[in-house]
């Protein structure tokens, strides 16, 4: 059962630098989201997907682009690094109800995280 | 806006004790609320999930009750082990948002 795959575990980047991260899921959820984690803020949304073709902002969503071409993958575009982007990044996919009327109401599963340092 | 507040922030406990984690939300126009696990360096693994509509749920050593009116959660967690140690978060789902708690780190000690 692989669930909710993210590559890179660990990234050290320079400011100024462009990176992917990926994140993959095999349970045919239409839901998927990228959360950040920092010490004392708690997790926080950045963007997510109610399903192919749909992307929507979060709570904190400058400096991160995503698409959802397929079910299956969401990436996390960082076009230009900063430090202020040194995180724990998770993705968290979840079953969508078809109706989708106010999201989802199903569980979440996340991801093993990625871990960023932007120097 | 919904606001998630867990108390404690950390708890220390010898194995074997029974204890209560507490997650309090400010909106309790909810659908659903969730209660993970995180270990040290690692994501969040799903514990249980209640739906609005449910007062609790139970899987083994753990139930989570829920009281929408007040705006509370509780996670008992009975005869905690070594293994139980980890940081505990909420999760609660609104219309459009879900919320996470900064979590209750807890520590069983043998």
């Known amino acids: 059962n692989a669930g909710v795959t993210q590559t890179p575990k660990f990234q050290v980047l320079k400011t100024g630098q462009s990176m992917t991260l990926q994140c993959a899921q095999d349970?045919?959820?239409?839901?998927m989201s990228w959360y950040r984690q920092d010490p004392g803020m708690g997790l926080r949304l950045i963007h997510y997907s109610v399903g192919a073709g749909i992307t929507d902002q979060g709570e904190v969503p400058n400096g991160y682009n995503v698409s959802r071409s397929t079910t299956e993958d969401f990436p996390l575009r960082l076009l230009s690094a900063a430090p202020s982007q040194t995180s724990v990044y998770f993705c968290?996919?979840?079953?969508?109800?078809?109706?989708?009327?106010?999201?989802?109401?199903?569980?979440?599963?996340f991801g093993e995280g990625s871990r960023l340092t932007v120097l | 806006k919904q606001e998630v507040t867990q108390i404690p922030a950390a708890l220390s406990v010898p194995e074997g004790e029974n204890l209560v984690l507490n997650c309090s939300f400010t909106?309790?126009?909810?659908?659903?609320l969730q209660w993970f696990r995180q270990d040290p360096g690692k994501g969040l693994t799903s514990l249980l999930l209640i739906q609005s509509s449910q007062r609790e749920q139970t899987s083994g050593r753990l139930n989570a009750s829920l009281d929408k009116s007040s705006g509370r959660s509780t996670l008992y967690i009975a005869a905690s082990q070594p293994g139980d140690s980890a940081t505990y978060l909420c999760a609660v789902k609104g219309y459009s948002t879900l919320t996470f708690g900064k979590g209750t780190m807890l520590l069983v000690s043998p």
């Open positions: 909106d309790s126009a909810i659908y659903n």
């Open positions: 968290a996919s979840s079953y969508s109800p078809p109706s989708g009327t106010g999201g989802w109401t199903g569980e979440l599963f």
């Open positions: 349970m045919n959820h239409e839901y």
